[in-house]
């Protein structure tokens, strides 16, 4: 069972940036596309950005596009998330998370797979 820890969140002006970071544990990092969600205070989880397994194809919701870049590092096992441009209505607990398959598509559907979230404020 891989296990996913998440790091880089905290408090950060509105107009700012912070760089996320999930490392992964195991060997099989690079088999699965992988992604980030988000959880603000009272809203379901939602699909923030995913990546393909040598990062080849990425997806994002549309209020990040432009702003947010997922990458991955297979070699260190680990996944990060460039936010930039940050808004208030980016605070939310952000969620590492790893495909069901090797073979899954870049959409909210297919993640199965989750960490225990780093918080990430915004203010105004």
């Known amino acids: 069972q891989v296990q996913l820890v998440e790091s880089g969140g905290g408090l950060v002006q509105a107009g700012g940036s912070l760089r996320l970071s999930c490392v992964a544990s195991g060997s099989t990092f690079n088999m699965y596309p992988m992604g980030w969600f988000r959880q603000a205070p009272g809203k379901e989880r939602e699909f923030v950005a995913a990546i393909s397994r040598f990062g080849v194809s990425t997806n994002y919701v549309d209020s990040v596009k432009g702003l947010f870049t997922i990458s991955r590092a297979n070699a260190k096992s680990t996944l990060y998330l460039q936010m930039n441009s940050l808004k208030p209505e980016d605070t939310a607990v952000y969620y590492c998370?790893?495909?069901?398959?090797?073979?899954?598509?870049?959409?909210?559907?297919?993640?199965?797979?989750w960490g225990q979230g780093t918080q990430v404020t915004v203010s105004s």
């Open positions: 998370a790893k495909a069901r398959s090797t073979y899954s598509r870049l959409t909210a559907t297919d993640f199965g797979s």
